[in-house]
């Protein structure tokens, strides 16, 4: 079958850096998204990641291994702001996207 | 970016009613769009994968009867509950992908309709 393995929840403190990691075991590969989610609100993308590497964007980056079927997402310089879910999500063989449970990231100040 | 619409944001209603979602993309015209459900503290369930001027696929489990999905235009997708009962009550979201965006797969999510049956 397929599936992705986030992390529950994860505690972290204001103007540190925390790693979100999410291994996958799916069907196919077509890439990987992350996606944020606060509470009552619809997810938002953050990244896609298809070739292996290290995409950065601002106080966000996200890390792709294809071999390992391992991704993570760096978020550098927390804000408060920045607790919410971290959704994993891949892209299977038929293009459709299976979901992780997310990670319950919280800020502590 | 691509923007996508959900109305209501939030309703109640009476168990045994029906309650009709629609979900519009505003800026891009979306050949498919999905339907999710959320209950508290819990990632997304996809319900259903709608393509413009066909039936709807729906997942394992999700009775089609119950939630009804039409895609009539390129730009409205709907999903009306029907009979609902207090089990019903969750966070419905759909959404869509562009495929003149910047990237070919990516969905973009409305924000999303709370959904309270009493």
């Known amino acids: ?72 997402l760096l978020l550098k310089e927390l804000q408060m702001k920045d607790s919410a879910s971290y959704l994993c999500a891949v892209l299977d063989s038929n293009y459709q996207l299976i979901w992780g449970a997310g990670t319950k990231l919280i800020i502590k100040p | 970016g691509a923007v996508v619409s959900q109305h209501p ?49 729906y997942e ?12 009539a235009s390129l730009t409205l997708s709907t999903l009306t509950v029907t009979s609902a009962h207090p089990e019903d009550s969750s966070f419905y979201i759909c959404s869509a992908r562009d495929p003149g965006g910047r990237g070919l797969y990516e969905q973009y999510f409305g924000p999303g309709t709370r959904l309270t049956v009493t």
Not at chain 1, 19 to 41: D, K, P, V
Not at chain 2, 60 to 71: A, M, R, S, T
Request: proline share 2%; hydrophobic share 30%; net charge neutral.
């Open chain 2, 60 to 71: 394992q489990g999700v009775e089609k009867d119950k939630f009804l999905i039409n895609h």
């Open chain 2, 9 to 57: 944001s939030w309703v109640i209603c009476k168990s045994g009613t029906s309650v009709k979602i629609e979900c519009r993309s505003l800026d891009f015209q979306a050949t498919t769009m999905f339907w999710y459900r959320q209950f508290p503290k819990q990632s997304l369930m996809l319900m259903a994968t709608s393509n413009e001027g066909s039936k709807a696929t």
């Open chain 1, 1 to 72: 079958g397929q599936n992705i393995d986030q992390p529950t929840e994860m505690t972290a403190t204001e103007g540190a850096i925390v790693q979100i990691n999410c291994t996958y075991q799916t069907s196919g590969f077509n890439g990987l998204f992350w996606y944020q989610q606060h509470a009552g609100e619809a997810p938002t993308f953050l990244s896609y990641n298809v070739l292996d590497g290290l995409e950065e964007k601002g106080r966000f980056s996200s890390f792709l291994s294809r071999s390992k079927g391992y991704s993570y």
